[in-house]
């Protein structure tokens, strides 16, 4: 139990064009989401916190519009890069709360290239 | 705010060897600790944590951590490590309140035969 997927695990687009990331807790429900980003060889940092039903709270020095969250149910939450340049290519991990448990359980990562 | 050190960027060490993985932290409450495990290209697992309770935590595949309050620690050990267990480690706090993971910088853990 408590798995959490991401969809892609990998993509490649170019400059200017937006991708959208998705991130599915499929056997609970999560009302709270968590999107990271990771850099090669470095830790991750958290860039948001998404609530189902609610407006994402952002970290600081996160752009909100360049980097759009929907929380639209309990098991899925979205990210989307929007006009995506080369310097946004990284690692982008999500994970899920179990709303039974503190827990957070992490899907496997999505790898943006961008060109 | 918290924040989380994890002084060793890399710790290489022989296969059947003992080995520690340090972290520290610092928060002005009361805190949840976690080490997570990262293989190449893929995402995080919950290796073990600390909620409350016994300070001595472990996990299903021999390592074990030990909450030192005094010390602000929660260091990471194996008595013998296999050439599996190479991989990223990371230490992470969040507090009672937020659930958000603050983490460490990682240590790359390179067990070599």
């Known amino acids: 139990g408590a798995v959490v997927s991401q969809h892609p695990s990998w993509v490649i687009c170019k400059s200017g064009t937006s991708v959208k990331i998705e991130c599915r807790s499929l056997d609970f429900q999560a009302t709270t989401m968590f999107w990271y980003r990771q850099f090669p060889k470095q830790s991750l940092m958290l860039m948001a916190t998404s609530n189902e039903g609610s407006k994402a709270t952002y970290e600081q020095g996160v752009e909100k519009d360049k980097f759009l969250i929907n929380h639209a149910s309990l098991t899925l939450s979205t990210l989307t890069v929007t006009s995506a340049h080369p310097e946004d290519s990284s690692f982008y991990i999500c994970?899920?709360?179990?709303?039974?448990?503190?827990?957070?359980?992490f899907g496997p990562g999505t790898r943006l290239t961008v060109l | 705010a918290q924040s989380v050190t994890q002084l060793d960027s890399q710790v290489p060490v022989f296969e059947e060897a003992p080995v520690e993985l340090r972290c520290n932290y610092s928060s002005s409450v009361s805190v949840y600790l976690f080490w997570y495990v990262q293989y190449p290209n893929q995402g995080l697992q919950l290796l073990l944590k600390?909620?409350?309770?016994?300070?001595l935590v472990e996990s299903i595949n021999g390592f074990e951590a030990e909450f030192n309050k005094s010390q602000t620690s929660f260091h990471l050990r194996k008595p013998s490590v296999h050439i599996s267990d190479t991989a990223e480690y990371f230490c992470a706090v969040s507090d009672e309140s937020s659930y958000k993971l603050i983490f460490g910088s990682g240590t790359r853990l390179l067990v070599r035969p």
């Open positions: 600390y909620l409350s309770g016994s300070t």
């Open positions: 994970s899920a709360r179990a709303d039974f448990r503190n827990e957070q359980f």
